[in-house]
């Protein structure tokens, strides 16, 4: 503002290495990040969680893939690698035949879900490979082969190893968390709401790792619809504690696992009491990239 009018004073205040600004918004929005930085400051320091793993079982997972020169984990290795860092599971059976699966169904309980598993499909839901709410064997039966038939067409070189039959859980909110490698900071946290509020709202919060307690509770508070998580307008509220344990487990899998280039638990649920991943992907580069 001001132009030519202010150009020489604004000149000699630069020379004289005080701040200027050519508009108001530009000096509020460095006031704001200076009062950012002030609180930061003044916020008493925080530790690093350091969790019981079995980082050596995961270790081995990594090694076999990047040996046989895959770069992207199957499913199945994928759950491996978290369970090795302590992250739940809803009761699951890998399953190759419908009758198997309808067996299998009756131990777990009804309702369940069918999912194929494949080293050639990343996004399972993409290609029709995911059946939800299935109540009973006839119904279990139905989504198996309707799965078959919707893979082989939209993907007919897909390698099919089996499926994942696994139980349907009610009553809880799902949230999604992720790890992503950038090439100046490192390994980077995500969270955020599942479904819309991530894909439209882009409602997420980040956090460089090693993330400290406290910083992994702010980036499940900060997000602009953490009152989902609360209880808002009458809904039941979940366990924040148990988001905040599988992100210090996360935390801890990218400072022990540099070979991971992305992880995704797209989504987590989170429950009244606990959290289980219910899908999970993880893709590699080298343990020097």
């Given at each position: 503002m001001g132009g030519e009018k202010v150009s020489s004073?604004?000149?000699?205040?630069?020379?004289?290495?005080?701040?200027?600004?050519?508009?108001?918004?530009?000096?509020?929005?460095?006031?704001?990040?200076?009062?950012?930085?002030?609180?930061?400051?003044?916020?008493?320091?925080?530790?690093?969680?350091?969790?019981?793993?079995?980082?050596?079982?995961a270790k081995s997972i990594l090694r076999?893939?990047?040996?046989?020169?895959?770069?992207?984990?199957?499913?199945?290795?994928?759950?491996?690698?978290?369970?090795s860092y302590g992250i739940s599971f809803p009761r699951t059976a890998f399953v190759h035949e419908p009758e198997e699966a309808i067996?299998?169904?009756?131990?777990?309980?009804?309702?369940?879900?069918?999912k194929v598993v494949s080293p050639d499909i990343l996004h399972k839901t993409d290609v029709g490979g995911v059946v939800l709410d299935i109540e009973n064997p006839k119904q279990l039966r139905d989504a198996y082969y309707r799965i078959l038939s919707s893979v082989k067409t939209r993907m007919p070189f897909a390698r099919i190893k089996g499926f994942f039959l696994s139980e349907m859980l009610k009553g809880g909110r799902e949230v999604i968390l992720g790890l992503t490698k950038d090439?100046?900071?490192?390994?980077?946290?995500?969270?955020?709401l599942g479904g819309v509020y991530v894909e439209v709202l882009k409602d997420v919060s980040f956090r460089v790792v090693p993330a400290t307690e406290r910083d992994l509770r702010e980036m499940v508070q900060e997000i602009r619809t953490y009152s989902l998580l609360?209880?808002?307008?009458?809904?039941?509220?979940?366990?924040?504690?148990?988001?905040?344990?599988v992100?210090?487990?996360?935390?801890?899998?990218?400072?022990?696992?540099?070979?991971?280039?992305?992880?995704?638990?797209?989504?987590?649920?989170?429950?009244?009491?606990?959290?289980?991943?219910?899908?999970?992907?993880?893709?590699?580069?080298?343990?020097?990239?």
């Open positions: 004073a604004t000149e000699r205040l630069s020379k004289e290495g005080i701040p200027n600004y050519s508009y108001p918004e530009e000096a509020m929005t460095t006031v704001s990040h200076l009062v950012r930085y002030s609180q930061w400051k003044r916020t008493p320091k925080s530790k690093v969680l350091r969790l019981k793993t079995q980082r050596s079982k076999e893939a990047l040996g046989s020169g895959r770069q992207t984990l199957t499913e199945d290795e994928a759950r491996e690698v978290l369970s067996r299998q169904a009756e131990t777990i309980g009804y309702p369940v879900m069918l090439q100046s900071f490192g390994h980077l946290l995500m969270f955020g609360t209880g808002a307008r009458g809904q039941s509220s979940v366990d924040v504690e148990a988001i905040v344990e992100l210090a487990k996360l935390n801890q899998l990218a400072m022990e696992l540099p070979e991971v280039q992305e992880l995704d638990i797209n989504p987590l649920y989170a429950m009244p009491e606990g959290a289980v991943a219910l899908d999970a992907r993880i893709i590699l580069s080298g343990p020097n990239k």
